[in-house]
Antibody, heavy 127, light 111 residues
Framework: QVQLVQSGAEVKKPGASVKVSCKAS????????INWVRQAPGQGLEWMGW??????????GPLQKFQGRITMTRDTSISTVYIELSNLRPEDTAVYYC??????????????????WGQGTLVTVSS | EIVLTQSPGTLSLSPGESATLSCRAS?????????LAWYQQKPGQAPRLLIS???SRATGIPDRFSGSGSGTDFTLTIRRLEPEDFAVYYC??????????FGQGTKVEIK
């Protein structure tokens, strides 16, 4: 069965960086995008970006909301995608989720919703 | 950026009643492909996919959940609410142009 398992909770100080992992299993890792979505306490869902594990392509949308603070990487040998958020601020305190998205092919993709989600990783930013 | 506006913010209903949730997009979703999804989220849990392509139920989703709509106006209907259906529901557009925005959510609470 498809599973996305994320790393554990983190507590960081403002200005530091955090790296969250998402290990995929139960499907062909390179065949689907992995998206990152976060949820601040008591708030709604905020899409952060996606990575295509097949070719390393990433997309965080056109508005540069995170001002270049996001880095997404992957290690195909262990079917794991990472998101790193730098220069942390207290307002980055949230649960961070990874979720499977588009089916990708050599010449294109099928647009798909986020059908499988990780369990979430709480990142707390506090001095 | 496509903005999704959900209404109402909160819906207070009793088990057995029906719920109608609305999601309006600030522009037409791409080529009328209706890349609009609905998710259910319960406290302390990750969201769960209910509906994709505006009207297709995800695997294992009961048929009391149905989605409809096209263009800019979409609806999630839950017939005969069960106790486990009381949760927060989000719509999301995922195929037109990034960012894949979410609505702000509708909470369905027990009256």
């Amino acid at each position: 069965q498809v599973q996305l398992v994320q790393s554990g909770a983190e507590v960081k100080k403002p200005g530091a960086s955090v790296k969250v992992s998402c290990k995929a299993s139960g499907y062909t890792f390179n065949s689907y995008d992995i998206n990152w979505v976060r949820q601040a306490p008591g708030q709604g869902l905020e899409w952060m970006g996606w990575m295509n594990p097949n070719n390393d392509y990433t997309n965080t949308g056109p508005l540069q909301k995170f001002q270049g603070r996001i880095t997404m990487t992957r290690d195909t040998s262990i079917s794991t995608v990472y998101i790193e958020l730098s220069n942390l601020r207290p307002e980055d305190t949230a649960v961070y989720y990874c979720a499977r998205g588009n089916r990708v092919y050599a010449t294109g993709h099928d647009s798909l919703p986020l059908d499988y989600w990780g369990q979430g990783t709480l990142v707390t930013v506090s001095s | 950026e496509i903005v999704l506006t959900q209404s109402p913010g909160t819906l207070s209903l009793s088990p057995g009643e029906s719920a109608t949730l609305s999601c309006r997009a600030s522009q037409t979703l791409s080529n009328n492909n209706n890349y609009l999804a609905w998710y259910q989220q319960k406290p302390g849990q990750a969201p769960r996919l209910l509906i994709s392509g505006a009207s297709s139920r995800a695997t294992g989703i009961p048929d009391r959940f149905s989605g409809s709509g096209s263009g800019t106006d979409f609806t999630l209907t839950i017939r005969r609410l069960e106790p486990e259906d009381f949760a927060v529901y989000y719509c999301q557009q995922y195929g037109t142009s990034p960012p894949w925005t979410f609505g702000q959510g509708t909470k369905v609470e027990i009256k």
